[in-house]
């Protein structure tokens, strides 16, 4: 399910398409209280913002659907989050990361800018696994030469009553940190 925000186009100089998973989608929250929202209020109209994240998505779903998503919203700049379902159900890497590289280059193609938003896994899923499903996603920024948030969860993925009862989604409360990590790339690409 598409979780569309966005207001007239005239009103902006630039879309930002937001193109996730359930983080991004805002599952389990309140409507309106996920970190898209959040951007959106600290963007005070200065940007469209456009939620085609979709909860359960994989890199696969989205590679499926990005070419529609870029004709459809002509976005000046992609938050790219997607990858975290590929690892729980344990995909082989190589597929993730060229699903990744290829909706990377999707957008290059349309002339928008990506930021890559780096997910990391518990660590049951071991460490040989979960270091290198970590490290794909700055060795992508690396190569493509694209923005990175190292990792969504910084500064709380430790602190489990920032977790909805999962233990897996942020919740209300993380939002804002959420946000806060992924300005930290965002805000400068927007001049901000």
């Known amino acids: 399910m598409f979780a569309f925000l966005f207001l ?3 009103a902006f100089s630039a879309t930002i398409l937001i193109f996730g998973d359930s ?5 389990g929250l309140p ?3 996920g970190w898209v929202n959040l951007l959106e209020k600290r963007l005070s109209g200065r940007f469209s913002v456009v939620n085609a994240s979709i909860s ?3 890199t696969s779903g989205g590679l499926s659907r990005i070419e529609e ?6 976005p000046s700049i992609v938050v790219l989050e997607l990858g975290a379902n590929d690892g729980l159900q344990g995909q082989p890497l190589s597929i993730t990361r060229d ?6 280059r999707a957008c290059r ?6 930021l890559l938003v780096g ?3 518990p660590p049951n899923y071991g460490r040989k696994y979960s270091g290198e499903f970590a490290q794909m996603y700055p060795e992508i920024a690396k190569a493509r030469k694209i923005a990175l948030v190292p990792f969504m969860m910084e500064g709380f993925a430790g602190n489990l009553a920032d977790f909805q009862p999962d233990g897996r989604h942020p919740s209300v409360a993380a939002q804002k940190m959420v946000l806060d990590n992924i300005w930290k790339e965002l805000g400068p690409m927007l001049g901000l």
């Open 8 to 10: 007239p186009e005239t």
């Open 69 to 74: 998503a870029l004709e459809r919203f002509s």
């Open 31 to 33: 409507a309106g209280k």
């Open 119 to 121: 997910m990391r896994l």
């Open 23 to 27: 983080l991004s989608a805002g599952y």
């Open 56 to 58: 359960g998505e994989t």
């Open 99 to 104: 699903n990744l590289d290829a909706m990377v």
């Open 109 to 114: 193609k349309r002339h928008a800018r990506v």
